[in-house]
Nanobody, 124 residues
Framework: QVQLVESGGGLVQAGDSLRLSCVAS????????VGWFRQAPGKEREFVAT????????YYANSVKGRFTISRNNAENTVYLQMNSLKPEDTAVYYC?????????????????WGQGTQVTVSS
């Protein structure tokens, strides 16, 4: 089992930045790829970014490429999502998730453990 806890969400204005954190506990964190997903009201959960086990390779959704950066610190069992130049359409609940399969993957079903989510609201 892996437990994940996200934090760092909040209410910001368009153009601002936020950094989300996801702290893991349980099994060896570095055994897993980690992904960030988001879900806006009335919409399906969608892939945002993922990072491989060592942290050396990342992959992003086109909608956030160039604005968001995913990183991880395996010594601290933490993954980050730095979000810059935020837009109102980035408003959603953001979830981190871990998976043990291939990298990269954007499929929700490839991720096993999920956090409870953190709300990000971007006003125009």
């Amino acid at each position: 089992q892996v437990q994940l806890v996200e934090s760092g969400g909040g209410l910001v204005q368009a153009g601002d930045s936020l950094r989300l954190s996801c702290v893991a506990s349980g099994r060896t964190f570095s055994d897993y790829i980690v992904g960030w997903f988001r879900q806006a009201p009335g919409k399906e959960r969608e892939f945002v970014a993922t990072i491989n086990r060592s942290g050396g390779t990342t992959y992003y959704a086109n909608s956030v490429k160039g604005r968001f950066t995913i990183s991880r610190n395996n010594a601290e069992n933490t993954v980050y999502l730095q979000m810059n130049s935020l837009k109102p359409e980035d408003t959603a609940v953001y979830y981190c998730a871990t998976g043990g399969g291939r990298f990269p993957t954007t499929r929700i079903n490839d991720y096993i453990y999920w956090g409870q989510g953190t709300q990000v609201t971007v006003s125009s």
